[in-house]
Nanobody, 128 residues
Framework: QLQLVESGGGLVQPGGSLRLSCATS????????IGWFRQAPGKEHEGVAC????????IYADSVKGRFTISRDKQKSTIDLQMNSLKPEDTAVYFC?????????????????????WGQGTQVTVSS
């Protein structure tokens, strides 16, 4: 049974917006930080954003600051990633991942290997 399920990917023009969702259990959302990663063809996983379950604090990669917003939707039991002003270089498969603790570590929140579980990903393509 999948514990993390991403949705919302698709094709969008440069400058457009998409909203990704990561569905998981309320237990996971209450006790684990959740991160969003992306992987472009031929590249390694890149940390995009993380949200702590402990206090809702967030961390963003410099490449997406001011354009992406990570948030929790308690009604839907999801962690969402609102992506605005999309660029072709944002094209990638986007994954959500469950961190090994309730807080996004400032030192390794963007290290794919420190997460305990991952979804299967959703494709985002930014192209005209």
């Amino acid at each position: 049974q999948l514990q993390l399920v991403e949705s919302g990917g698709g094709l969008v023009q440069p400058g457009g917006s998409l909203r990704l969702s990561c569905a998981t259990s309320d237990v996971t959302l209450d006790y684990s930080a959740i991160g969003w990663f992306r992987q472009a063809p031929g590249k390694e996983h890149e940390g995009v954003a993380c949200i702590s379950s402990s206090d809702g604090s967030t961390i963003y990669a410099d490449s997406v600051k001011g354009r992406f917003t990570i948030s929790r939707d308690k009604q839907k039991s999801t962690i969402d990633l609102q992506m605005n002003s999309l660029k072709p270089e944002d094209t990638a498969v986007y994954f959500c991942a469950e961190f090994s603790g309730p807080s996004c570590s400032s030192t390794d929140w963007d290290d794919w290997g420190t997460y305990d579980d991952w979804g299967q990903g959703t494709q985002v393509t930014v192209s005209s």
